[in-house]
């Protein structure tokens, strides 16, 4: 459980770091409001996900089949918010790559 917990722990302080580098430094551009829109959303999606992960981790504790229903629960909820969250920064605007047209 150490291992595991450590390893949620530091793949969260990453993926946070990577985006907070990628926003600080321009890598990330959209039209209008939708930059702000998006930046939050995945600093939010980032300490969301990993936390419920944590705590799917943590209720192996209280019984297995919890734990093991809370971690694909919150996996399965990720593919589902993505692809709605794909479909509504399309309409907010088109991700494009800096330099790029």
């Known amino acids: 459980m150490g291992v595991y917990g450590l390893n949620l722990l530091l793949l969260g302080v990453v993926s946070y770091a990577s985006w907070a580098y990628a926003e600080k430094h321009g890598l990330v551009t959209l039209a209008g409001e939708a930059a702000d829109t998006l930046c939050r959303t995945v600093r939010r999606r980032i300490v969301v996900n990993h936390t419920l992960y944590t705590m ?3 209720s192996c504790f209280i019984d297995t089949y919890l734990s093991i229903f809370t971690i694909i629960a919150v996996q399965l909820s990720m593919i ?3 692809n709605s969250g794909a479909r509504s920064s399309e309409a907010a605007g088109k991700l494009r790559a800096p330099g790029g047209s």
Request: aromatic share 16%; net charge neutral.
């Open 56 to 58: 799917g981790a943590l």
């Open 80 to 82: 589902f918010v993505s």
